[in-house]
């Protein structure tokens, strides 16, 4: 299958269809990808921050990202379900959109290392993180996933 | 009297007007607003899971919420000074959806809300921060806190499809 096709897969789905010919379906998924948006930047923002050296230095790197963990992953579930419903009403949309690619290359890399390095920097004892690659980390981490969030909100404009 | 002349007037400005024209400057207004939103939002989510005690309850609360503080506020401003340039440019269209009356109501709460907390049981961390669980009133003000942002975001949301 092409990428086109692929895209164009999405857009005739029964549920690409279902939402756009709904009034309020869009709008209601899209508060959900905003609502988990808070839920993933929000948690991330603090773990990274304490990479970072600032925010809640008190607690054990470890810590931070155990306990916030679950939050993250309610917020990317809820991202990657509503934004793949979003995707499929207006595939073809996305697929003309300059915008859209940049979103997706961010979220590749944000996934990828969210599921590397930085699940690996997040699980060692905070003695054991070189001072230079947690802040790495936590600045990559930062920068990828704020990407996403501005590449997804040009989507709208370009 | 309506307040509807008021916020043609605001709207109809030279800078509502330049906003709402221009090609990159709404579009920027609004990447601040959903950014801003992120970090204040996102941290006071962190502060009310620790206040209703669903995340970390075996941390002592300040060391939690005190140091997320400056940034959430940092996000807040941002947040607030990008929605009042967005409210600016569609004043009007604003006035007439319901959904950004929700929104501002909720806003409002939110605010009261906050501003309680901080002036009673805020100033006071020191009988409570060391405790595990947090009086009633702290847990309390963290599930009205998280009620009062979901319902800032959805009708904020709304607002904007409602203006289209």
Same mark, same amino acid.
């Given at each position: 299958m092409t990428l086109i096709g692929l895209f164009q897969w999405f857009d005739n789905s029964w549920v690409g269809m279902t939402i756009r010919s709904s009034t309020y379906a869009f709008a209601l998924i899209e508060c959900f990808h905003l609502l988990g948006m808070v839920c993933l930047l929000g948690s991330l923002v603090a773990i990274d921050l304490r990479l970072l050296g600032f925010g809640m230095t008190r607690v054990p790197v470890t810590k931070v990202a155990s306990a916030l963990a679950p939050v993250t992953w309610i917020g990317l579930t809820t991202m990657i379900v509503t934004g793949t419903l979003l995707f499929s009403s207006e595939a073809m949309k996305c697929y003309q959109n300059e915008a859209f690619p940049w979103k997706m290359i961010f979220l590749f890399f944000g996934l990828l290392t969210y599921f590397t390095i930085h699940r690996w920097i997040t699980r060692q004892d905070d003695s054991r993180i070189g001072p230079v690659w947690g802040k790495l980390v936590g600045f990559l981490s930062l920068a990828l996933w704020f990407g996403v969030a501005l590449a997804g909100r040009a989507i709208a404009f370009v | 009297m309506t307040l509807l002349p008021f916020f043609e007037w605001i709207q109809d400005t030279a800078i509502g007007t330049s906003i709402r024209e221009s090609i990159f400057v709404f579009p920027i207004v609004e990447t601040i607003h959903v950014i801003g939103l992120a970090l204040s939002v996102g941290l006071i989510l962190i502060t009310d899971l620790r206040l209703t005690g669903i995340v970390m309850a075996g941390e002592r609360p300040v060391d939690i919420i005190r140091p997320l503080k400056v940034l959430m506020i940092t996000g807040f401003v941002l947040m607030f000074s990008s929605g009042a340039l967005l409210f600016w440019a569609e004043a009007a269209k604003c006035y007439k959806s319901p959904a950004f009356r929700f929104k501002m109501i909720f806003l409002l709460l939110a605010g009261l809300n906050a501003l309680y907390f901080e002036s009673t049981l805020g100033r006071n961390? $020191? $009988?409570?921060? %060391? %405790?595990t669980v947090l009086p009633s009133r702290a847990r309390l003000a963290g599930w009205l806190s998280l009620i009062c942002w979901i319902a800032v975001i959805s009708f904020g949301r709304w607002t904007a499809y409602g203006l289209k």
């Open positions: - | 961390t $020191a $009988a409570w921060s %060391a %405790a």
